[in-house]
T-cell receptor
């Protein structure tokens, strides 16, 4: 148990469906991240939220829509996905120290294995 | 664009060997560097965090070193065991990228009994 929980663990969805991935951290962190991991590729950063504000959108298609209602929860809303979006989606959190002078250890959830059919 | 390279891409060793995994990065301006392991289909488990002001960190049979000026980090695993089989990832936090964790491709380690 890393303190970062992702649900669901597995998701199969059709290209016309709408679904959401959920991430919750119990570590008191103020930064949360979504990463995508496709087969044989490095982890790709998708979105960054610092202090509940989105600070990074790494050219992610609009069919992926993040939401951070509070510092403990992060969602990724999915709609009209493509088969190439099938991947492992990982959530992570860490803490930005006072004055932005540094970052603490990052912790990851177990991921959601998404299959788009 | 900052990049992270891990060598070797894959490694297979007999149980009991000491081994070294290498990580190089293109920009020495980092906050810290973190090593993770990932089991197939699972999330990432943090192994060690080494701050930019540190030279090394140790946890059990693991030792990570950092040479920031040359853009290199190594992960040393002593007396390897079959349970160490996994993919090992390094991730520096670059100052010029707002502290994002940037990952290499990883080293896939197999320890044979």
């Amino acid at each position: 148990e890393t303190g970062v929980t992702q649900t669901p663990r597995h998701l199969v969805m059709g290209m016309t469906n709408k679904k959401s991935l959920k991430c919750e951290q119990h570590l008191g962190h103020n930064a949360m991240y979504w990463y995508k991991q496709s087969a044989k590729k490095p982890l790709e950063l998708m979105f960054v939220y610092n202090f509940k504000e989105q600070t990074e959108n790494n050219s992610v298609p609009s069919r992926f829509s993040p939401e951070c209602p509070n510092s403990s929860h992060l969602f990724l809303h999915l709609h009209t996905l493509q088969p190439e979006d099938s991947a492992l989606y990982l959530c992570a959190s860490s803490h930005i120290t006072l004055g932005g002078g540094g970052y603490t250890e990052a912790f990851f959830g177990q991921g959601t294995r998404l299959t788009v059919v | 664009k900052q990049e992270v390279t891990q060598i070797p891409a894959a490694l297979s060793v007999p149980e009991g060997e000491n081994l070294v995994l290498n990580c190089s990065f293109t920009d020495s301006a980092i906050y810290n560097l973190q090593w993770f392991r990932q089991d197939p289909g699972k999330g990432l488990t943090s192994l060690l965090l080494i701050q930019s002001s540190q030279r090394e960190q140790t946890s059990g049979r693991l030792n990570a070193s950092l040479d920031k000026s040359s853009g290199r980090s190594t992960l040393y695993i002593a007396a390897s065991q079959p349970g160490d089989s996994a993919t090992y990832l390094c991730a520096p936090r670059f100052k010029n990228q707002g502290g994002k964790l940037i990952f290499g491709q990883g080293t896939e380690l197999s320890v044979k009994p």
